[in-house]
T-cell receptor
Framework: NAGVTQTPKFQVLKTGQSMTLQCAQD?????MSWYRQDPGMGLRLIHY???????DQGEVPNGYNVSRSTTEDFPLRLLSAAPSQTSVYFC???????????FGQGTRLTVV | KQEVTQIPAALSVPEGENLVLNCSFT??????LQWFRQDPGKGLTSLLL?????REQTSGRLNASLDKSSGRSTLYIAASQPGDSATYLC???????????FGTGTRLQVTL
């Protein structure tokens, strides 16, 4: 099993550009989520989904959009990138909410 | 709001030592607590998950305990090895979002 796969691994954007971070899992997990990790801070929840067609906001949702059209995929969209969005982004999945979470390898994003 | 503190922030021990990593959290209404390791530039690897009804969970040389009422968890690593060098993160799971709240972790170095 590939587990949770994130692409790309690295990305540099200019301020104002948009992009989509991809996340896919092959474990038939219902629950998926996005976190960002910044130096000196713990990971913070951006958005989450409890199943296909259902998404909700986490702790720091501003500037990000998500959708969940399939069980496998949960892309994160940056609408208009800002330097404050420079971070490492992690996607996670679990069989259901409140079960063991599995994380992808992360996407390191730099906005200049 | 859940807050997580991990002590110590950094730890260096010689190979073979047994060690304890501490995690405290402010909101005891948790579903479970998960311990992860993170290698530099990598994603999070799940080590152990303790349900709120459990007191301990073991996997190989790792043993995690949970005292939900006092908001504490410990990760015990027996007979440490250089390959254990990593940052260890604890994350209690709370709320309708099944949000994992992370501290900044304990950075462990095991020397030869």
């Amino acid at each position: 099993n590939a587990g949770v796969t994130q692409t790309p691994k690295f990305q540099v954007l200019k301020t104002g550009q948009s992009m989509t971070l991809q996340c896919a899992q092959d474990m038939n997990h219902e629950y998926m989520s996005w976190y960002r990790q910044d130096p000196g801070m713990g990971l913070r929840l951006i958005h989450y989904s409890v199943g296909a067609g259902i998404t909700d906001q986490g702790e720091v949702p501003n500037g990000y959009n998500v959708s969940r059209s399939t069980t496998e995929d949960f892309p994160l969209r940056l609408l208009s990138a800002a330097p404050s969005q420079t971070s490492v982004y992690f996607c996670a999945s679990s069989f259901q909410r409140n079960t063991e979470a599995f994380f992808g390898q992360g996407t390191r994003l730099t906005v200049v | 709001k859940q807050e997580v503190t991990q002590i110590p922030a950094a730890l260096s021990v010689p190979e073979g030592e047994n060690l304890v990593l501490n995690c405290s959290f402010t909101d005891s209404a948790i579903y479970n607590l998960q311990w992860f390791r993170q290698d530099p530039g990598k994603g999070l690897t799940s080590l152990l998950l303790i349900q709120s009804s459990q007191r301990e969970q073991t996997s190989g040389r790792l043993n995690a305990s949970l005292d939900k009422s006092s908001g504490r968890s410990t990760l015990y690593i027996a007979a440490s090895q250089p390959g254990d060098s990593a940052t260890y993160l604890c994350a209690p799971c709370t709320g309708t979002a099944s949000k994992l709240t992370f501290g900044t972790g304990t950075r462990l170095q095991v020397t030869l």
